[in-house]
């Protein structure tokens, strides 16, 4: 009865567009009310304060601010030009230039939704003007945006981390060799693609003496994501310290060296990114007493119990794990999807013989495929606004991209030493 008036209300009023984390808050309060738990109001106070006390949830705030100044002070098109030198002669090059100015970007601003609005507002009128179909530059960007959440400095990571109880510092150490595959893999695809369509390439050579301008002006920039996983990995600073040390670079950087971050700007920034982080840690707040009642309902312990009377191989189970985590990833966004189902889904992945790193890579990734998958794709809604066009002239080039992703998301499984090996080499 409990848990049927939690799940029905939530449930509702998601349905009826009420905001996931109010979703959370009043079925909780109704079911309190209705369920007869014994619990005062008062009680219900105590666990949403509880659910954003955690002094690890302040690097959200820091990398997404950190990430804000780096974008004004004109980080994406120095990026995008080094990439473009590196890869804008293959045909089709402008397609895995949007892949590689992702992926930097994505180390830096650590959200897929940053990622996406900042690569796509620059790319997507480039590769529209160079004859690219718009609906695929818009395609190539929503795929690539995903980059942002698999990074040094991924805020969905740092949920997971404290959400699970794993090391931040090692979850983000874990990162890099998956966001280089995937990214590897995603460039693989637009080549694929671009040859098939007969795609443009860049004709013109570029100078050497502006070859060595671009990389030397992105350098800065692109020192960042060394000083965050450099200062975690050495012992110096912890991940929360280390967002700190990016915001004061970012600044620096945006101030003295690209002398492009105008003071009035700040403002701009700081808001951009408490904006953001009010919308998490409302979810981490008001997720606390909904996860607290599933919990004292057995609902995690259910699942698990059923999942294991199956009497499946662990692989069979890890399949029935990521085939949830997708489902569910189609209609909610990922940081409440996770919230909601890491309690329930990770006891589970780990007792069938999953790592603790490669859990939170596998988990991050799967969810992340609904950032640009319809109908809820937050992904796609920032390129459709950027490029002007529906959703599904986008998302039919989408599909050789979500093929990619499961590949990716079934080699992370085959291949644990691709989570493992780096924080076993650092120690982390």
Known sequence: MTVAVLILSFSFLL????????????????????GHLGLPFAWFAQQTIRGADAITLA?????????????????TTRIMRVAEHVFGRITGGLGLVNVATALVYGGISGSATADTGAVGSIMIPAMAERGYPKAFAAAVTAASGTLGIIGPQSVILILYG???????????VAALLPGLFIAVTFMVTSYIVAKRHNFPRNETPAQWGEIGRDALGALPALLMPVLVLGSIIGGIATATEASALAVVYSFLVGIFVYRELPLRS??????????????????????TPFGWILTVEQVPANAAAWITGLHTTPLVTIILVLVLLKVVGFWLDLGPALIILAPILVPIALAAGMTPYQTGIVFTMTLGIGL??????????????????DMWSVSKWLVPYWIASVVCVAALVAFPILTEWLPSLFGV
């Open 266 to 287: 700040l403002y701009s920034a700081a808001s951009a990114a408490v904006a953001t982080t009010g919308v998490i840690m409302m979810i981490m707040a008001l997720a």
């Open 15 to 34: 349905l009826i567009g009420v905001p996931i984390a109010w979703c959370m808050g009043v079925a909780s309060l109704l079911t309190i009310y209705v």
């Open 162 to 172: 404290v959400l699970t109880n794993t090391s931040i510092g090692g979850l983000l």
């Open 59 to 75: 690097a959200i705030p820091l990398f997404l601010f950190a990430g804000e100044l780096m974008n004004r002070g004109g980080l």
């Open 372 to 389: 640009f998958t319809p109908p809820i794709g937050t992904n796609i809604f920032v390129v459709c606004n950027v490029a002007k066009i």
